[in-house]
């Protein structure tokens, strides 16, 4: 291989010692690994490897520690990838070492991590799939990250409108944003701004004073 791209070489030169220094079991890139940085993951991000790790460890299901070549975390997404030669994977291994490679897999998915595994044949002869490849599955692990993060905010909704629900119940349809902020151990007007939300949702009416919104209605058809 001729000379790597200087963002490649320190990546790599940081790799390497942090390995010698910790004693990991593979101190140095291989081959193919090289190549994937060089003509995949170099001309798909320009270079930038702030978010790309090495030889990244694991625990397996039995607590044991394993590694992926490299894993992608970014956010709450991370995407493992694995470089598999064809001798290493497909050809002179024993029926339980094929069984072990098989669980290294699950014990990856089980973790949640989105596992992108591309042939060294691949990787060499047909880079620009293996980006598509790459940007599809960034692309699909965001939409499934906010969707989750969507779905999340959604129960945390539910859960306060419950609460302030209940509340009310407990005085007659009637709260007041003090009563609710001792209760729930926040501000008053973190309170409000709550309350705005429910009431232009149906649940609550606000009960005004002369100047001000002094407490809150619960609106009949959510009385039980």
């Avoid at 790309?52 to 607590?63: Q, R, S, T, V």
């Avoid at 699950?106 to 980006?131: I, K, P, T």
């Avoid at 940007?135 to 699909?140: E, L, M, N, S, V």
């Avoid at 232009?200 to 209605?217: A, D, H, P, T």
Wanted: aromatic letters at 14%.
């Amino acid at each position: 291989m001729e000379s790597l791209h200087p963002n490649i070489q320190k990546f790599v030169d940081n790799y390497e010692n942090e390995a010698k220094r910790k004693g990991y079991i593979r101190k140095k890139i291989g081959k193919y690994e090289l190549i994937f940085l060089e003509k995949v993951w170099g001309p798909l991000f320009d270079y930038d490897f702030e978010h790309l790790h090495i030889e990244h460890p694991f625990m397996d299901a039995k607590g044991g520690q394993r590694f992926i070549d490299f894993l992608y975390k970014c956010g709450s997404i991370r995407i493992a990838i694995e470089i598999d030669g064809f001798t290493t994977h497909a050809r002179n291994i024993s029926p339980k070492e094929f069984d072990d490679h098989l669980e290294r897999q699950n014990d990856l998915m089980e973790n949640g991590w989105y596992l992108l595994r591309f042939s060294a044949y691949r990787v060499e002869h047909f880079s620009r799939e293996c980006q598509d490849r790459i940007k599809k599955a960034i692309g699909f692990c965001w939409v499934q990250s906010y969707r989750n993060a969507t779905d999340m905010q959604t129960e945390m909704w539910n859960l306060r409108l419950n609460c302030v629900m209940e509340a009310a119940r407990n005085n007659f349809g009637k709260i007041k944003a003090s009563q609710l902020a001792a209760q729930l151990n926040t501000s008053n007007r973190t309170i409000h701004n709550w309350m705005k939300k429910f009431v232009k949702e149906g649940y609550f009416q606000e009960i005004r004073g002369k100047k001000n919104v002094i407490g809150y209605q619960l609106n009949q058809r959510h009385e039980r």
